[in-house]
C-alpha cells in the first residue's frame, strides 16, 4: 500500500525558516517524479513544485522560486521541501504527492499545516 | 503560463442530481488533464486522469470528457458522499502544473 507521510509542519515568523519531510512507502521511490501541493486556508489547491525520480531536474511555481527548494533521497525514500524567506501568504497545509506519468499527482499524503505569524 | 478556469465555482444540488462542472485551460494540454475531489481536512483523491480515464476504485458515476481546451466532469447520480469541492489540474508538462480554482458542490 502507498503512504505518504509529511512532516514537519508548524509555527514560524515571517522571513523564518523551515524544512518538510514527506516520508515514503509501498512502492519504489526512486521511480517517480514527486511533487509539493499547498493549500492555504479558505483557498484552493496550487502546485508548489516538482522533482524528477532521480533529483536532477526541479521545477516551482513563480511565487516560490528562489526561497524554496525541493530534495529526495532516494535511499532512505524520502522528499523534502526547504522553504526559506516565508511569508505570511505561504502560511497552508502543504502536501507531497507522487506523480504517476499517465495520471498526474495520484497518491497524497494527508498533509502538514505551516503557518507563518509573528 | 498556462491558466485553468473552472465553471460554476459553486453548484446546489440534490442526491439523485446529474451534474457537470467545465473546465478550461488558456490553451492546449493536449488531454493532460485529471480532475480531484477534496474534502476538509482530507488528501485530495484523484477520480479521472488523462481526461477521460477513471482511476482504479472511484465510482462508474464520475466521468470526465474534452479536448483541446474544453473539459468537463459529470457525476451521473449525486450521492451524499460527493458533496465536496472538485478540481480540475493540468498536467501536460513537468515545468510547471496548474489547478483550477476549484468548484464546490453543496446541497
Known amino acids: 500500500e502507498v503512504q505518504l507521510v509529511e512532516s514537519g509542519g508548524g509555527l514560524v515568523q515571517p522571513g523564518g525558516s523551515l524544512r518538510l519531510s514527506c516520508a515514503a512507502s509501498?512502492?519504489?521511490?526512486?521511480?517517480?517524479?514527486m511533487t509539493w501541493v499547498r493549500q492555504a486556508p479558505g483557498k484552493g489547491l496550487v502546485w508548489v513544485a516538482n522533482i524528477k525520480e532521480d533529483g536532477n531536474a526541479e521545477y516551482y511555481v513563480d511565487s516560490v522560486r528562489g526561497r524554496f527548494t525541493i530534495s529526495r533521497d532516494n535511499a532512505n525514500n524520502s522528499l523534502f521541501l526547504q522553504m526559506n524567506y516565508l511569508g505570511v501568504d505561504d502560511t497552508a497545509v502543504y502536501y507531497c504527492a507522487t506523480v504517476g506519468a499517465a495520471t498526474g499527482p495520484d497518491y497524497w499524503g494527508q498533509g502538514t499545516p505551516v503557518t507563518v505569524s509573528s | 503560463d498556462i491558466q485553468m478556469t473552472q465553471s460554476p465555482s459553486t453548484l446546489s444540488a440534490s442526491v439523485g442530481d446529474r451534474v457537470t462542472i467545465t473546465c478550461r485551460a488558456s490553451q492546449t494540454i493536449s488531454g493532460w488533464l485529471a480532475w480531484y475531489q477534496h474534502k476538509p481536512g482530507k488528501a485530495p483523491k484523484l477520480l479521472i486522469y488523462?481526461?477521460?480515464s477513471l482511476q482504479s476504485g472511484v465510482p462508474s458515476r464520475f466521468s470526465g470528457t474534452g479536448s483541446g481546451t474544453e473539459f468537463s466532469l459529470t457525476i451521473g447520480c449525486l450521492q451524499p458522499d460527493d458533496f465536496a469541492t472538485y478540481y480540475c489540474h493540468q498536467y501536460s508538462s513537468y515545468s510547471l502544473f496548474t489547478f483550477g480554482p476549484g468548484t464546490k458542490v453543496e446541497i
Open positions: 509501498g512502492f519504489t521511490f526512486s521511480s517517480y517524479w
Open positions: 488523462k481526461t477521460s
